[in-house]
Nanobody, 123 residues
């Protein structure tokens, strides 16, 4: 089992950048594929990005491709989401998720979730 804690959210103007972090407990972090999802008010929780256990494979939603970068540091038990060129449509609560299966793009692909961190982009 793994516990996840996100941080790094906040308020930023359109065009700005933020880096989210997700710290995982336990000594087996490198066994987990990691995902980032986001949920805007009144909307479904949508896939944003995913990274496999080694960091060698990543996948992005079309809406963030070229602007967001997911990475991980297995030595620090942490996964990151670098977000550039933010716009108002990126405003949401961002969640990280983990699972021992190969990385997935659906919410049901992940068994473990953090509590989320709010990102607000002003236009």
């Amino acid at each position: 089992q793994v516990q996840l804690v996100e941080s790094g959210g906040g308020f930023v103007q359109a065009g700005g950048s933020l880096r989210l972090s997700c710290a995982a407990s336990g000594r087996t972090f490198s066994r987990y594929s990691m995902g980032w999802f986001r949920q805007a008010p009144g909307k479904e929780r949508d896939f944003v990005a995913a990274i496999n256990w080694s960091g060698g494979t990543t996948y992005y939603a079309d809406s963030v491709k070229g602007r967001f970068t997911v990475s991980r540091d297995n030595g620090k038990n942490t996964v990151y989401l670098q977000m550039n060129s933010l716009n108002a449509e990126d405003t949401a609560v961002y969640f990280c998720a983990a699972d021992t299966k190969n990385y997935g793009l659906r919410r049901n692909d992940y068994a473990y979730w953090g509590q989320g961190t709010q990102v607000t982009v002003s236009s």
